[in-house]
């Protein structure tokens, strides 16, 4: 019954899109191990350097005009880096060298861009796995294999990090200290947070013995992870609260009352017991790895909702499946997944990989730009850590000129002493304009206290505007209207 429930949904929800929310997070994962998105072109020479930028310039540039507002950057990769580390090299994709210094910082570039176009930029991290033998071999002596071996696994044919061990939670720890104090990253998003699949050998027998109390080996290591969880979510708030704390998981969590994980999930499999940290409120997000359809997608993307305790679920939609030496799949299958995540008030959707977007991979980008993301969204609020929206701008003038249009108003103030507010602009041919409708929105994440308004295409302009502040949390201020046309 209940799966042909599923199954009937699914196609209902493919019939009638559901509108476009006004708040929703709208990801795309950048991946740049072994370059699979990026970087293409090595940073030897000035040259080189500036058509590596452009190359990420060129794929915001794309995803902006489609309305995507998150960027999960990917800045640490099996114990190497995309940004000026004390502590890990740089990773080699950069320069084709391990270690070497591109002559640019790639994260502060990427938070940088995406800022200028209004998206949220979070530092993607893996977390546990170090790479293979030969990986971990070129690395040499700025391993932490070789800097701290003691906190360091070798499993099979590979390295981790030991998530038994009290001090790995510490190694980790500096390095997103590193990241949330020298740059101005949106989020910070683990992935791999997790034992390897079936790890029965895994060679932590010294360390159970040492700190298991009493617990069986499982419940020491979903024990652990969360340990390692609480102790980063806890030191990233102490530096910047408003800084968006995020995992990926495994996508099944464990078997639902019908429906089986079929062996796989995260709480059995790999040891996160990623919805008790929802509960406990030491993840602002979770981005589920849901990279599956029909009944092995639904009744799970439903179980996440269900059990995420007021934080964000945002699943990840595995659209590489869509091209044909992945799987194939129909572009439907995502199309579905969107409306379902969408009628269930999940927070938004994530895109696993870029290239598949960028590509327009069975013109998902097309359908995505033109009519799911047709209009922007802004971020949903986290409300748990700050529901205070900053005072409504005041003052709002509004100059027309030849070909342009110049706006001002008077600043907005909030609680939050270390962020001024951002501002968003409404715009359309209707007074008052409706700020509740995103087809009005024309900017956002705007730090100053004026606006140039200049369409490009003049067809398109438009002659009301309104104005209103949102914190760094989220929480948005109601907004100014220009005086009355009347």
């Known amino acids: 019954m209940f799966r042909y429930i599923f199954a009937l949904l699914a196609i209902v929800f493919t019939m009638s899109m559901q509108a476009a929310p006004k708040y929703e997070v709208r990801a795309a994962w950048v991946t740049a191990v072994y370059g699979l998105d990026w970087p293409k072109t090595r940073a030897t020479t000035p040259a080189g350097i500036r058509k590596q930028q452009a190359e990420l310039v060129a794929m915001l540039d794309k995803l902006k005009a489609a309305n995507f507002n998150t960027i999960l950057f990917q800045a640490r990769t099996r114990g190497d880096v995309l940004y000026a580390s004390n502590i890990e090299p740089f990773n080699s994709i950069l320069t084709g060298q ?3 210094d591109p002559g640019y910082d790639p994260l502060a570039f990427a938070v940088e861009e995406c800022h200028k176009r209004g998206m949220e930029c979070h530092a993607w991290m893996v977390t546990i796995p170090l790479g293979n033998k030969k990986h971990v071999a070129a ?19 590979e390295w981790f990090l030991n998530p038994g061990h009290p001090e790995t939670k510490e190694y980790l720890m500096k390095l997103v200290n ?21 790890a029965p050998h895994f060679s932590d027998n010294k360390e159970f013995r040492q700190y298991a109390k009493g617990r069986n080996i499982a419940q020491w290591r979903r ?8 102790y980063i979510y806890k030191g990233v708030k102490a530096v910047k609260p408003w800084v968006k704390v995020s995992t990926c998981p495994v996508g099944k969590f464990r078997d639902t009352s019908r429906y089986s994980s079929r062996g796989f999930n995260a709480y059995f499999t790999v040891y996160q017991d990623a919805q008790g940290w929802l509960k406990e409120g030491i993840q602002d997000q979770i981005y589920p790895m849901m990279y599956f359809r029909g009944n092995s997608f639904y009744p799970f993307a439903l179980d996440w909702q269900e059990n995420s305790y007021g934080r964000q679920v945002i699943p990840g939609l595995g659209i590489y499946f869509l091209h044909p030496s992945e799987g194939n799949w129909k572009r439907d299958e995502v199309e579905r997944q969107i409306n379902f995540v969408r009628a269930h008030q999940l927070a938004g959707q994530g895109h696993y990989r870029v290239k598949y977007l960028i590509d327009n991979t069975q013109n998902l980008y097309d359908e995505l730009a033109d009519r799911y993301y047709s209009a922007p969204a802004l971020q949903p609020a986290m409300t748990w850590l700050d529901a205070i929206a900053p005072t409504t701008p005041e003052g709002l003038t509004v100059k027309y000129q030849r070909g342009y249009t110049e706006l001002s108003w008077e600043s907005s103030e909030d609680n939050d002493k270390q962020n001024a507010p951002y501002y968003v602009i409404y715009a359309s041919n209707s007074y008052p304009v409706d700020t509740d409708n995103p087809d009005n929105i024309i900017a ?20 009301y505007f309104a104005i209103s502040a949102v914190d760094r949390y989220g929480n948005e201020s109601k907004a100014v209207q220009m005086k009355s046309p009347l």
Do not use: M
């Not at 590193?178 to 079936?198: M, S």
């Open 98 to 100: 391990t270690g070497r």
């Open 139 to 157: 690395l040499g002596r700025n391993s932490v294999t070789v800097q701290n071996r003691k906190i360091c696994v070798p499993y099979k044919n």
């Open 178 to 198: 590193e990241v949330i104090t020298r740059y101005d990253v949106d989020g910070v998003h683990f992935d791999y947070l997790r034992y390897p699949e079936n």
């Open 223 to 230: 024990d652990n992870l969360t340990d390692i969880v609480r």
């Open 444 to 463: 956002q994440r705007i730090r100053s206290v004026n606006y140039v308004y200049a369409p490009v295409r003049p067809w398109d302009s438009r002659e």
